[in-house]
């Protein structure tokens, strides 16, 4: 049996962009820098790494589109954070955001990372940012390096 998968290794000259929600920013900076962080210890060169900030989740799926239909970006890292409040509004953020990513990323056959945290805490969230549950950036942005390595991989 052929086994075929993504190597862990950034490809030299493809550009990738991190797309933001800047909502809960101090939960999504910590994302980002996991993503950063992901990328440099990957092979990447930060030349090739453009971040992409949007008001928050709710807005990641337009931005997606515009990035993915200017044809600049081989792939996409999506990050934000949405916490549980007091009313449904995060339930209806949660659900779009993410069905909004899904739609855009099947739409272009690209890789697109999703590392939007939906939590009901803002302790959840750091957990999820950079301490006891690791860095949910840093975990997107490998799955984008694979995902983009997979795609050369079937494309040959």
Do not use: W
């Amino acid at each position: 049996m052929n086994i075929v998968e993504g190597k862990l290794q950034v490809q030299v000259g493809k550009k990738i962009a991190i797309i933001n929600g800047r909502f809960n920013h101090i939960i999504t900076d910590r994302l980002v820098e996991g993503a950063e962080d992901a990328y440099v210890r990957h092979g990447g060169n930060t030349e090739d790494l453009d971040l992409i900030l949007v008001p928050g989740a709710f807005e990641i799926p337009l931005a997606l589109e515009k990035a993915l239909a200017s044809g600049k970006y081989e792939a996409v890292c999506c990050l934000g954070a949405v916490i549980r409040g007091a009313t449904p509004h995060f339930d209806y953020i949660s659900a779009e955001a993410t069905k909004g990513v899904a739609s855009v990323a099947l739409k272009y056959g690209k890789p697109v990372g999703f590392g939007v945290l939906t939590v009901d805490t803002i302790e959840q969230a750091i957990e999820r940012a950079g301490s006891k549950a690791g860095n949910k950036g840093a975990e997107a942005m490998i799955t984008v390096i694979e995902m983009l390595n997979l795609y050369t991989e079937i494309d040959v």
